[in-house]
């Protein structure tokens, strides 16, 4: 049996940080989805960190980690990855990054291309505006007091019982239960609620999502990116892979058939080759100050394609 994966604790800025760390070798910091944490990641962290060292934090709000008043914009989230690296004595990170994580890892990038030496996004928010009703609702008044009751015990109990049925019936329409399940549980919590509330609030409205990366995409030639989307991406479409493929066209964009929101979950051993052989095939950043400056002074916005870049679909392994 493999040994437990040990949660570790820093306190940042008065603020308790949860984090795994495992491995050795280049680092690899993994960012989970919006109202999840580490576990997310637990199907890939040992095969990764056979390679790799694996940081998996839970982000502030989230998990294990503190639910203080405070920022929860992805520029927010960015910093504190920053400052929990600093800490740890990390330099650089290849930032791996899930749904909303992967609007975080981009921010990231971003901020912080001196630390970056690569990024691999994993069905990322930020690249168009659609995104499930569901994370919708969390925007609207009533969210808080309907989680309240959907989370008290009895009822709580019966609709992740449910849940999980659900996601172990076979259906590919549920396949991606179970991750939701633990979502609803995790907002038993009203600290998480509020929180998830304002991480959700600062980046999609009733229309759907409001942060896009599409202005900054020029910035990836200056740095390997690689997209991974399941075909059967119920929360954001698979079709924003296309996006990604149009707006960075040296990206490596991989579409792992029969999976869901989670490739990571639905297809690990297919997930840690991809993520292996695109950080073998591809060096890590160099950053240069000179070269960014130009990027920044000769980039411009690009208008969002009407139709968007077929792209390859893996093959399962």
Not at 11 to 28: N, W
Not at 50 to 60: C, F, G, H, N, Q
Request: charged share 20%; with cysteine; hydrophobic share 45%.
């Amino acid at each position: 049996m493999p040994k437990p994966i040990e949660v570790q604790y820093l306190t940042i800025h008065g603020h308790k940080r949860a984090y795994v760390k495992v491995g050795t070798g280049p680092a690899l910091l993994l960012l989970h989805g919006l109202g999840c944490d580490h576990t997310t990641w637990l199907p890939v962290i040992a095969a990764l960190s056979r390679r790799y060292t694996v940081i998996a934090p839970d982000l502030l709000g989230h998990g294990r980690s503190a639910k203080p008043r405070a920022d929860y914009s992805v520029g927010g989230y960015a910093n504190g990855m920053r400052d929990l690296l600093t800490v740890l004595g990390v330099d650089k990170v290849t930032v791996v990054g899930h749904s909303f994580g992967g609007g975080v890892a981009m921010q990231f990038a971003y901020q912080f291309p001196e630390r970056t030496e690569r990024m691999i996004l994993v069905a990322p928010g930020g690249l168009g505006a659609e995104v499930t009703p569901a994370i919708r609702a969390i925007t609207l008044p009533f969210f808080h007091q309907a989680m309240g009751v959907v989370t008290l015990p009895g009822v709580r109990h019966l609709t992740t019982a449910g849940l999980r049925a659900l996601a172990a019936s076979g259906l590919p329409q549920a396949r991606d239960l179970d991750e939701v399940a633990m979502i609803v549980d995790s907002f038993k919590d009203p600290r998480a609620r509020r929180a998830i509330r304002h991480v959700v609030s600062a980046v999609v409205d009733w229309r759907g999502q409001i942060v896009t990366m599409v202005d900054r995409a020029y910035l990836t030639q200056a740095m390997p990116m690689c997209v991974i989307w399941g075909t059967e991406d119920a929360v954001i479409p698979v079709k924003h892979a296309g996006i990604a493929s149009e707006f960075a066209p040296g990206a490596t964009v991989e579409v792992i058939a029969n999976a869901g929101h989670f490739p990571h979950k639905d297809h690990p051993q297919r997930f840690v080759k991809i993520v292996d052989e695109f950080i073998r095939a591809h060096p890590a950043a160099a950053y240069h100050r000179g070269r960014w400056r130009s990027l920044l002074k000769n980039g411009r916005q690009v208008p969002v394609p009407t139709a968007v870049t077929p792209v390859r679909q893996a093959e399962i392994a």
